[in-house]
């Protein structure tokens, strides 16, 4: 864990991170304009997106991308999301793939939730700032990645003081925010998490996989509410 990129930056990933980030400030906008509820914070996250410098890659590629077990369902997923509305989005996500580097939150390391969470559970980041995990590209303002979570995974009761934005990739989840109560967001569906606001996931019978936006305080982990 906490390993570099090995690839060179050739300059087919950065046409490909490009238009990886072209189709998703693509997507908050739209989302922005269907959700006038949270027009605002889609619209900030949008500005920062398309402010990244795609050509600003990770400063050490010495040492190999890392996989999870998780991994296990990260062409399955793709597969099941082709056709949908944010097809531009997997496509590139598909050729990112071999260079996204995966981890997991050292605090759930530390106390997993479950038996099996650990091998259900991991993100990749694809943007983020030069001291956070290994990304395609730095970034000092904005982290984003996608979470890939196995079939029937809870991810539990969390917080964090980032602002965080899902963008949902597959169709079959759950989620919870605050008071509740559950429920099952569509694909290519925005999701908004104020600053600490208490917030789940569920996975349905088969995999998640949503993107995550944050930005404000990008160095302090998730917390689970059983660690309080
Ligand atoms: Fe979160």
Known sequence: MGQSIAHSDPPERRTILRRFLIALEGALVASAAGDKSIAAPLGEFARLTRSIDATDGWPDRKVSPERLP?????????????GGPPEPLISALRQLGPSLSWTQNPNYRRHPPGPGFLDNYGYAVIVGPADGPPAIAVDPQLALGVLLLGPGTHYPRHEHPAIEIYYTLTSEGEWWMGAGPWRREPLATAIYHAPNVPHATRAGSSPLLALYLWRGDLATHATLFPDR
Request: charged letters at 25%; hydrophobic letters at 60%.
């Open 70 to 82: 998780v991994c296990r369902f990260w062409e399955s997923v793709l597969d099941a999301a082709v």
